[in-house]
């Protein structure tokens, strides 16, 4: 009798230790992939946000582009380069001071 109520108390306590070692590890993969998904929805935000700008620099790429074909070859260079080069028709010619 009464090592069958010790046999009964020592399955109770392997019992609920089991049982303990499996809810902590359930807690842990319950945090564990929680951080995971709240990591997810941050890169979507982040992924989402960098395609709004890559689409924002697509749209001035090309309005640069419109504004660059508009200028003459001439116009262009003297604008942008202040008159130190010239281009004459085939190529661009450095001016020198001789």
């Known amino acids: 009798m009464e090592r069958t109520?010790?046999?009964?108390?020592?399955?109770?306590?392997?019992n609920r230790t089991i049982s303990y070692l499996i809810l902590i590890v359930s807690l842990f993969m319950l945090f564990y992939s929680l951080s995971?998904?709240?990591?997810?929805i941050n890169l979507r935000i982040e992924?989402?946000?960098l395609n709004d700008v890559l689409i924002e620099m697509q749209i001035e790429k090309e309005r640069l582009e419109l504004e660059n074909a508009?200028?003459?070859?001439e116009n262009?260079?003297?604008?942008?380069?202040?008159?130190?080069?010239?281009?004459?028709?085939?190529k661009i010619i450095e001016i020198t001071s001789d």
């Open 5 to 14: 109520k010790r046999e009964r108390h020592g399955k109770k306590i392997i």
């Open 70 to 73: 508009k200028l003459g070859d």
């Open 76 to 90: 262009y260079f003297s604008f942008y380069i202040k008159g130190k080069y010239q281009y004459d028709g085939n």
């Open 36 to 40: 995971r998904i709240v990591d997810y």
């Open 47 to 49: 992924n989402k946000r």
